[in-house]
């Protein structure tokens, strides 16, 4: 099993960048697919980004694609994303999630663990 501990949100104004990490602990980092997932008030949680066991290939929400860059550190147990050009919308508690499934995927029930989730606000 892994523990999930996100960092990095907070206040921008929009046209922004921040960079969320997510730190596992644990020895077993590689052997999980890597996931961010965001929820606004309200609203249902939705797929952002998903990185493979290697790194070597990414998935990405149509909503995000261009403006936000998913990675991984095996050596340092930690998936970053990159978040550039934000905008009001993308306002949400951004998840990391971490899947035992060798594939990739945009489903949040594919995903066996959980973060407890950062806070991003952009502002207009």
């Known amino acids: 099993q892994v523990q999930l501990v996100e960092s990095g949100g907070g206040l921008v104004q929009a046209g922004g960048s921040l960079r969320l990490s997510c730190a596992a602990s644990?020895?077993?980092?590689?052997?999980?697919?890597m996931g961010w997932f965001r929820q606004a008030p309200g609203k249902e949680r939705e797929f952002v980004a998903a990185?493979?066991?290697?790194?070597?290939?990414?998935l990405y929400a149509d909503s995000v694609k261009g403006r936000f860059t998913i990675s991984r550190d095996n050596a340092k147990n930690t998936v970053y994303l990159q978040m550039n050009s934000l905008k009001p919308e993308d306002t949400a508690v951004y998840y990391c999630?971490?899947?035992?499934?060798?594939?990739?995927?945009?489903?949040?029930?594919?995903?066996?663990?959980w973060g407890q989730g950062t806070q991003v606000t952009v502002s207009s």
């Open positions: 990185i493979s066991r290697s790194g070597g290939s990414t």
């Open positions: 644990g020895r077993t980092f590689s052997s999980y697919a």
């Open positions: 999630a971490a899947d035992a499934s060798s594939i990739p995927t945009m489903r949040p029930r594919s995903y066996d663990y």
